[in-house]
């Protein structure tokens, strides 16, 4: 059981590209999130879906698209990144909204 | 919007000493959660509370749901050099809402 999986684990990007990060689960969880986590800034929500086909904006959603196509998959994509993106990415999911299960997070640096 | 805050932002303790965190809340929350992230890992889901007044302990931690859904703090007794990390509470809205966390760190 790998519970929530994210891909890559570290990356480097130039301003102005693109990249999808990766992100599944196997507890078939209905509801999954993206946080992003800046240093001392506690963890701000980017987007969340509560199923299949349903996403929704968090506090922090410019930048970025997601989309939920499977109740497994959540990727979350960066458009023309800027140096304010570099941070530390989590995803998770849950059981309605009960305990979340975050993965060992994306570093992403911007430059 | 939902704030949750969070104090101390930093605490420093001698191994053996008592820890509390609090958590504050700008509305009333239905549910709050309580997490530890260890240094360079991810937030680790600790436990959660609904009821007001509720009270639940784990071990040597106690955490305390405020009479007006609105408060809460986590209290760890004799801390140990394992407890170090940072505890955040978060606030069920849409989705969790995150307070900035407390850094605990712990000397032997």
């Known amino acids: ?111 | 919007g939902q704030q949750v805050m969070q104090i101390p932002q930093y605490q420093h303790v001698q191994e053996g000493e008592d820890f509390t965190t609090y958590c504050n809340s700008s509305t009333t929350l239905s549910n709050i959660q309580w997490y530890k992230q260890r240094p360079g890992g991810h937030p680790v889901f600790l436990i959660q509370l609904v009821k007001s007044g509720e009270v639940k302990k784990q071990k040597r931690l106690t955490f305390q749901f405020g009479e007006a859904k609105k408060n809460s703090s986590l209290h760890i007794t004799a801390t140990q050099t394992t407890d170090v990390g940072t505890y955040f509470c978060a606030g069920l809205g849409t989705a969790l809402i995150f307070g900035k966390g407390t850094t605990l760190s712990v000397s032997s």
């Open chain 1, 1 to 111: 059981n790998a519970g929530v999986t994210q891909t890559p684990k570290f990356r480097i990007l130039k301003i102005g590209q693109s990249m999808t990060l990766q992100c599944a689960q196997d507890m078939n969880h209905n509801y999954m999130y993206w946080y992003r986590q800046d240093p001392g800034m506690g963890l701000k929500l980017i987007y969340y879906s509560v199923g299949a086909g349903i996403t929704d904006k968090g506090e922090v959603p410019n930048g970025y698209n997601v989309s939920r196509s499977t109740t497994e998959d959540f990727p979350l994509r960066l458009e023309l990144a800027a140096p304010s993106q570099t941070s530390v990415y989590f995803c998770a999911s849950s059981y309605r909204s009960y305990g979340y299960t975050f993965g060992s997070g994306t570093r992403l640096t911007v430059v």
